[in-house]
């Protein structure tokens, strides 16, 4: 594999003199209940996975993370300020704890608290000139006046399942199902689990609730996933599928954030091309990201999050094995 330029470094300055970064992350960190950490639960959502993803690809990143009281002093967020992420804690009385067990037929779900929703008004002014976002929602706590927070002229990336979600304490988090929505409507790229798809939904109608153009990322664990993109998403033959194979794994330590990860490091390749040598259309977007993903498996939660040299390591690693293991 010829090796991609390198990404800028360095946050951009506005027209103020501020920096501005070159992604800004969104969402609220939750607290995922864990008995191997003598705390107890370890850090994750969203936001801290994409994060640290999109900063350890060499993406100057911020990070906009809601958290609760045992959240905002996380040593985990300390693993995002040694990767270089500008973060922006915003304390909220309610964060998401979540119970997650790994089951044969799919992950179970439970909820130990809801989170607040994060306001707008959260946004250094001179961050919303990012050229980049990640609408990283863990619970549903982003208003969807967050849709008309990035520039016209920025690429915009979701997680989808996080709008899905209804939680109350106690119980098995259910899922809604997918309907208009102002941030999905902006998004340019959007991320989602099968598992939190009912099985009966058709590609189209999920697709026509996106904008004109947009691609929508369908991640299916081990199975890879699928792409698909329309210049319209009215008709069903105007769309256009890519299925892609997963990248696989030495060891599967822990899942936990693989979905985030994956489509961090897509939206990296989408708003810095270079990443990946400006070969986003033969696929080679997709190829780092499901090896971003795939290393992401081999540690415990955040810790798992690759650099960039590895991710490239495992990149040449699935070219070895052919065009059809690389999806190239």
């Known amino acids: ?33 864990a008995e191997d950490d003598p705390r107890g ?12 993803t999109t900063a350890r690809l060499g993406l100057p990143t911020a990070a906009i993370v809601g958290v609760d009281e045992l959240s905002a002093t996380a040593a985990e967020l300390d693993l995002l300020r040694d990767a270089g992420v500008d973060v922006h804690l915003v304390h909220l009385a309610h964060g998401p704890v979540f119970v997650n067990i790994e089951r044969p037929e799919g992950r179970l779900q439970l909820c130990g608290d809801h989170s607040d929703p994060i306001p707008v008004d959260a946004v250094p002014a001179a961050w919303r000139a990012a050229p980049g976002w990640i609408l990283a929602p863990v619970a549903a706590e982003l208003p969807p006046a967050w849709a008309g927070v990035p520039s016209d002229e920025a690429l915009v990336a979701v997680g989808w399942q996080g709008l899905l979600r209804e939680l109350e304490a106690g119980k098995p988090v259910s899922h809604v199902a997918p309907g208009p929505d102002p941030i999905i409507g902006r998004a340019d790229l959007v991320g989602l689990s099968r598992d939190d798809l009912d099985k009966g939904i058709a590609l189209a109608d999920l697709y026509a609730l996106l904008r004109r153009g947009a691609s929508l990322a369908i991640t299916q664990g081990d199975h890879g996933g699928l792409i698909v993109h329309g210049p319209t998403g009215d008709h069903r033959a105007e769309l256009q599928l890519r299925h ?18 994956f489509l961090a490091a897509l939206a990296a390749a989408r708003i810095e091309p270079r990443l990946v040598g400006g070969r986003i259309g033969q696929g080679f977007d997709l190829l780092l990201a499901a090896a971003a993903a795939s290393l992401l498996l081999e540690g415990p939660g955040m810790y798992g999050v690759p650099l960039r040299a590895a991710v490239r390591a495992r990149m040449r690693d699935a070219i070895g094995r052919g065009p059809a293991a690389a999806g190239v």
Do not use: F, I, N
């Open 1 to 33: 594999m010829t090796e991609p330029t390198e990404p800028a470094t360095g946050t951009r300055s506005g027209a103020s003199g501020a920096h501005v970064p070159t992604v800004v992350v969104v969402g609220s960190a939750s607290r995922d209940l």
């Open 244 to 261: 892609y194979p997963a990248v696989p794994s030495t060891a599967a330590v822990d899942p936990t954030g693989a979905g985030d990860v």
């Open 41 to 52: 639960w370890r850090l994750g959502g969203g936001v801290s996975y994409s994060a640290l």
